[in-house]
C-alpha cells in the first residue's frame, strides 16, 4: 500500500481528515478505506491506497464476462446499447456548439479511459469527427471494435506513440479519479491536442450528497477512486498543464441519490445486485423506485450547480 500522499494541486499543504471506514459497496471488494482531505481546495485523497500493482483485482467488477455477453446480446437484438455514451456525445455536441468549435470530417477525437466505447461512437455519428479510443482493457477493445465499430488502443496513454500535436479533442470520463499522478496525464493529454485544441473531462466531486452521506456516498468508491477534485482542483490541474479553461458544468444523471440511500442501507456488490444478468428482482425494484424523488433532488442539484459530478471544458492556446 502507498501512503504519505497529497493533494495533486497542493502538495505542501497537510491533508486532514475526510472520509473514515470507508468501504467498497459498488463491488463488495474490500473494507476499511480512509480519504483524507486538502484543506485549500476540498479535494478527498484516497490514503493509503493500493499501488498499481495490487489495484488490479479490484477492476474485476467493472466489466465481466457475463455483462458483456448480455450487452453483445442486446445489441445483436438491434437494442440500444451505451445511453450514457450517447448523452454524453449529445451534451458534448451541444456545448462546443455553443462555445463556437468547429466540429465535422477531419476533426481527430480520442477517448482516454474509453471503456466500451459508446462515446466515441455516438461523436463520430452526432459530432462526425474521426474518433477512437484507449483503454487498458482488452475486453473492453474488443468489445467497442464488434459492437461500436470504434477502435481501440490497449494500454496506458502514456504507452501510446500518439504524435504531439495530433489531436483536435482528447475527452475523459470518469478516469481522472482512477489515474495515480492527474498532473502528469493531463499534461500529457495537453500536448498531444493541436494548437486550439479541446480537453473535456467529467469526473465525480464530492458535494452536497458527499457531505451528506459520507462514507456512503454513491460515487466515493474505493479504492479505485484515488482522488475525487473540487472545482477549484480541476481548473488548477487544467491551468498547469498550459490549458484554459473555458467552461465547467454540473452535468445532472440520475441516482447518485438513490445509490447512497442503498450504500447507508447496507448493501454491498451494488453493481452485481442491481445491474448483472444475476440481479436480485427485489433490490433492482427497490432502487429504481427511488427514481421518483432521486429524479427531483438530483436535478435540482444539477441546476443549483452542486451535483456530484463536474464537466470541464478547456482549450490549448492556438
Avoid at 152 to 163: F, H, K, N, R, T
Wanted: glycine share 10%; aromatic share 10%; charged share 20%.
Amino acid at each position: 500500500m502507498d501512503s504519505g500522499l497529497a493533494c495533486p494541486v497542493h502538495a505542501d499543504i497537510e491533508l486532514t481528515r475526510g472520509v473514515e471506514r470507508a468501504s467498497d459497496q459498488f463491488f463488495g471488494i474490500g473494507d476499511a478505506y480512509a480519504y483524507k482531505r486538502c484543506d485549500a481546495c476540498g479535494a478527498l485523497v484516497l490514503d493509503p491506497r493500493p499501488s498499481p500493482s495490487e489495484i488490479g483485482p479490484f477492476y474485476a467488477g467493472y466489466y465481466t464476462e457475463d455483462t458483456l455477453a448480455q450487452l453483445e446480446r442486446r445489441a445483436a437484438a438491434g437494442k440500444r446499447v451505451g445511453i450514457a455514451g450517447r448523452l454524453r456525445a449529445l451534451g458534448t455536441v451541444r456545448r462546443l456548439t455553443k462555445l463556437g468549435v468547429e466540429l465535422g470530417p477531419g476533426k481527430k477525437l480520442l477517448d482516454v479511459g474509453c471503456g466500451l466505447g459508446g462515446f466515441a461512437r455516438y461523436m463520430r455519428q452526432f459530432g462526425g469527427v474521426d474518433a477512437r479510443g484507449v483503454d487498458f482493457s482488452p475486453e473492453c477493445a474488443a468489445f467497442a471494435k464488434k459492437v461500436h465499430e470504434v477502435d481501440v488502443d490497449v494500454g496506458e496513454l502514456a504507452d501510446q506513440d500518439y504524435p504531439e500535436g495530433s489531436l483536435d479533442f482528447i475527452t475523459s470520463w470518469h478516469y481522472l479519479e482512477h489515474v495515480y499522478d492527474p498532473a502528469a496525464e493531463i499534461e500529457r493529454m495537453a500536448r498531444l491536442l493541436k494548437p486550439g485544441g479541446w480537453f473535456i473531462a467529467e469526473t465525480p466531486t464530492n458535494d452536497v450528497l458527499a457531505k451528506l452521506f459520507g462514507r456512503h456516498w454513491l460515487y466515493l468508491m474505493p479504492p479505485t477512486h484515488l482522488y475525487h477534485y473540487r472545482p477549484a482542483t480541476m481548473r488548477a490541474l487544467v491551468e498547469q498543464a498550459g490549458l484554459e479553461v473555458m467552461h465547467v458544468a454540473r452535468p445532472w444523471f440520475p441516482g447518485e441519490l438513490a445509490g447512497s440511500l442503498t450504500f447507508a442501507a447496507g448493501v454491498r456488490g451494488f453493481v452485481p445486485k442491481v445491474f448483472s444478468p444475476n440481479r436480485s428482482a427485489l433490490l433492482t425494484l427497490g432502487f429504481f423506485a427511488q427514481m421518483v424523488y432521486d429524479v427531483p433532488v438530483t436535478l435540482l442539484l444539477a441546476m443549483l450547480g452542486r451535483s456530484g459530478l463536474m464537466r470541464v471544458y478547456a482549450r490549448k492556446p492556438a
